[in-house]
């Protein structure tokens, strides 16, 4: 896919419910500001105001909204994030590290929702092709679906409503990044979030300095 031209990096960190991220995403900064990088922090859905708004919506209202309505609402909050935040720190020069992207539509919404339908996933092709803002490079924590719920269990906390859904909904949603990382190889680093946190971490650190310094050549 398309990827407008601009002078920073662009990261996702992407994965299903309990594979760290933002754990991972909060060490991964702190290590990139330590190197004395620009880096601006975000996160999806939010990164903005009204982001933040459609987010509280998505993940906690009551109301249930249709397929193409709930797609449909993540991708406004999404333009709104390219538009305020995103590509205005990408001019600036600064990585931007971003907690989920266009990956975690097509898994969760795609394949979650949509049990994977072709017109599901046609719908979101679309939108995001109309959206744009491909990432550079995305880090895929992968776990294994039972592992993963043990961890969100131990947590503790409120349920928003994909965390809350069952362990089928979740297996759904790990097929459907396996899916987006097949297709795009070069971009999607998968990485076994099963490992200890600091094993983890070193890996995402290394493959986000190999793009700088191939950025830099």
């Known amino acids: 896919m398309h990827r407008s031209k601009k002078t920073g990096l662009f990261i996702t960190l992407e994965g299903g419910e309990g594979a760290g991220k933002t754990t991972q995403l909060s060490r991964l900064v702190e290590r990139l500001e330590h190197d004395g990088l620009p880096v601006y922090r975000t996160r999806e859905p939010g990164g ?6 459609l987010r509280n919506l998505l993940l906690f209202g009551d109301e249930r909204f ?14 709104d994030h390219l538009a305020q935040a995103i590509q205005p720190a ?8 971003c907690d989920r992207f266009h990956d975690s539509t097509w898994a969760y919404q795609g394949y979650g929702v949509g049990e994977a339908r072709p017109e599901v ?5 679309s939108l995001r092709r109309l959206v744009g803002g491909e990432p550079d490079v995305t880090l895929w ?13 131990q947590r503790g906390g409120r349920l928003d409503r994909y965390e809350g859904q ?5 297996q759904r949603v790990r097929e459907g990044f396996q899916a987006v990382a097949r297709h795009d ?6 990485i076994d979030a099963s490992q ?6 070193d890996h995402l650190y290394a493959v986000v300095r190999d793009r700088l310094a191939g950025l830099a050549a």
């Open 185 to 190: 190889p070069s971009r999607i680093m998968k």
């Open 141 to 153: 924590l992968d776990l294994p679906c039972e592992l993963a719920l043990q961890r969100v269990v």
């Open 90 to 97: 990408l001019a600036e020069g600064r990585i931007v590290v």
């Open 166 to 170: 069952e362990m089928r909904f979740h």
């Open 121 to 125: 996933l046609d719908f979101i092709r």
């Open 196 to 201: 200890p946190v600091d094993v983890v971490q």
């Open 66 to 79: 249709c397929w193409q309505a709930e797609i449909m609402a993540h991708m406004a909050a999404r333009a």
């Open 48 to 53: 903005t105001p009204a982001a933040e708004a």
